[in-house]
């Protein structure tokens, strides 16, 4: 037994012997194949368009950059202000909008292409987009930061792209706030508007009124001759009251006159109603509140995005050390075939 495991060892040592000397006398088959699937790895290297990669970085916007859309409200308000983290989260999801991506495929992407490519079918074009642009989430290491990323055999149009769509995003946020801000304010105006015009009319009224109580008084007085306020009654020190008094007529028929002619010759109330300037200036304040987008911002560039110098692929050292090793392999391979089929010859 000990003996056949020693002659099956050595059988199968003058069997590697012989594969390694039967490799070694072909060897400029494997040689020949290798070089060939080499030269075919760095021809397709060297042909291959290098693919450039673009990154925009972004981060929250500061207190300063949305302090624009704060102005006017606050506490002394109705209108809660604006937080970074609501002007921020309304940014990201317009950045990752499917509705932003389409928009950028149609006005930008396929433009680019050449009318060949453009005749392919649609959705096999945004599938292929889908792979050039890229937004990346916040990751564990930084929470709040997203990129924006497009790779592209034009270096300096993949940075134009991030710049741009970046940008687009941006507009899209600033126009959605600046419109909810003037609309909040336009309601608030409307709101003051129609507390001054109950005002308004209230006081009107309140003035009818009084007209129509101190006629009744000025009836009385002229009844019991009483023209001159009666001194010695304090109804007639007090000739500035708001609300009727059934001793209105101790002031006189003259002072009644007077007062009813005053009152029916005033063109307006206003200076008469209480808080009503303040009501007016803050009316005119939101009526007239315009946001300007160029004083807002909705995220934060983080780093600079310079045209890319290296192109990330293809890795042209790793396709030849690759052709190489398959080509070896297939050299090797078409040795051992051809050594078969000799074998199988010679019998």
């Known amino acids: 037994m000990r003996n056949n495991r020693v002659d099956a060892q050595d059988a199968q040592e003058i069997d590697l012997i012989a594969l390694l000397r039967n490799f070694w006398v072909q060897k400029w ?16 290297a060297y042909l291959t368009k290098p693919i450039y990669e673009a990154r925009f970085y972004i981060s929250p916007p500061t207190q300063n950059g949305i302090a624009e859309l704060n102005y006017g409200r606050g506490a002394s308000t109705e209108l809660e202000p604006y937080s970074i983290k609501q002007v921020y989260d309304l940014f990201a999801r317009n950045l990752q909008s499917e509705t932003l991506r389409q928009t950028f495929f149609r006005d930008v992407y396929l433009p680019s292409l050449e009318e060949s490519q453009r005749k392919g079918p649609l959705d096999r074009l ?57 609309t909040e304010a336009a309601v608030r105006a409307r709101n003051l508007e129609q507390r001054i015009i109950s005002l308004r009319e209230n006081a009107q009224r309140v003035r009818e009124d ?20 009666v001194i010695n009654s304090s109804a007639a020190v007090d000739i500035t009251v708001d609300t009727g008094s059934k001793m209105d007529y101790q002031r006189g028929s003259l002072a009644l006159a007077a007062e009813i002619s005053a009152l029916e010759a005033r063109v307006s109330d206003d200076a008469f109603i209480s808080d009503l300037r303040t009501l007016q200036m803050r009316y005119n304040f939101y009526r007239m509140l315009k946001v300007e987008p160029d004083q807002v911002s909705v995220y934060r560039q983080d780093g600079s995005v310079e045209v890319p110098q290296t192109p990330i692929k293809p890795n042209k050292l790793a396709i030849l050390l690759k052709g190489m090793i398959l080509g070896l392999v297939l050299g090797l391979g078409a040795a051992l075939m051809r050594q078969v089929f000799q074998t199988r010859d010679e019998k």
């Open 29 to 44: 088959l494997v040689i020949g194949v290798t070089f060939v699937v080499t030269v075919g790895a760095g021809a397709f």
């Open 126 to 182: 945004y599938e292929n987009f889908s792979r050039v642009l890229m937004v990346g989430g916040p990751g564990k290491d930084t929470p709040e930061r997203f990129s924006v990323i497009v790779q592209s055999d034009n270096a300096a149009e993949a940075t134009d792209w991030v710049r741009v769509y970046v940008q687009r995003a941006s507009e899209i946020s600033k126009a959605e706030l600046i419109k909810n801000v003037t």
């Open 210 to 229: 009084r007209i129509q109580q101190l006629r009744e008084a000025l009836k009385v007085a002229e009844t019991v001759g009483l023209k001159t306020p």
